[in-house]
């Protein structure tokens, strides 16, 4: 469980930064000695489960921004290399999309990310492109997961993510969806047993891919 910094007291990328600053930790030798010199983990196979705003950022580390525009942080590719798969859990992957469903939305993302247009663009990973190897992309599994019971986010993020991804070349993730396992309101899904069945069954194998 990785803690990082909140908006409005600390804006973007302070929250990235401290989320990429831990997976460094992880996918580094530097605390076996803590663990009694036996690896605990694999340090080039890291699972990123992210919910909400946690689902963008772990979004975040996989993608890299388009050339030419703006990139207010650096995922080393040894981070980004380490991450093997990724959960996404009723995120928000783009945000010009967001307010355009969600005016009302607009307070808590320009506390964050301010109110230029172009900036908002440019700081949404479902704009982004795959990295390439030199810049730790990888082979990886990408499940995108959906309660239909969320109150504050309907299908339109996973939806739009998804499209893109697909439209997307030079990338090797293998990509599945499900938007009618998960139950219950934005912040309920990850207390309740139907997320961890869902990571339970992909991670054993998945391949299914659950849409309206």
């Not at 959960?87 to 230029?116: R, T």
């Not at 986010?153 to 993510?161: A, V």
């Not at 293998?174 to 069954?201: F, M, Q």
């Amino acid at each position: 469980m990785l803690e990082y910094r909140l908006a409005p007291t600390h804006a973007h990328t302070s929250q990235i930064n401290d989320v990429l600053a831990a997976l460094a930790l992880l996918a580094s030798p530097t605390l076996l000695e803590a663990e009694g010199g036996v690896q605990r983990w694999a340090r080039t196979s890291l699972l990123l489960i992210g919910h909400s705003a946690g689902a963008f950022m772990g979004l975040s580390v996989v993608l890299k921004p388009a050339t030419g525009t703006r990139a207010l942080f650096v995922v080393d590719p040894v981070v980004r290399k380490a991450v093997a798969g990724l959960v996404l859990v009723d995120g928000i992957y783009d945000l010009p999309d967001l307010l355009a469903e969600y005016p009302d939305y607009s307070g808590f993302v320009e506390d964050a990310f301010g109110k230029d247009p172009s900036a908002l663009e440019a700081d949404s990973p479902a704009r982004w492109g795959f990295a390439t190897p030199d810049e730790g992309g990888r082979a990886m599994r990408m499940l995108v997961l959906h309660s239909n019971e969320d109150e504050l986010l309907s299908l339109r993020q996973p939806e739009g993510l998804v499209a893109r991804l697909g439209a997307l070349e030079g990338g090797e993730a293998v990509l599945e969806v499900d938007y009618e396992t998960l139950k219950g309101s934005h912040d309920d899904v990850v207390k309740r047993d139907e997320l961890a069945g869902a990571v339970k069954g992909w991670l054993q194998g998945g391949g299914n891919v659950k849409a309206p």
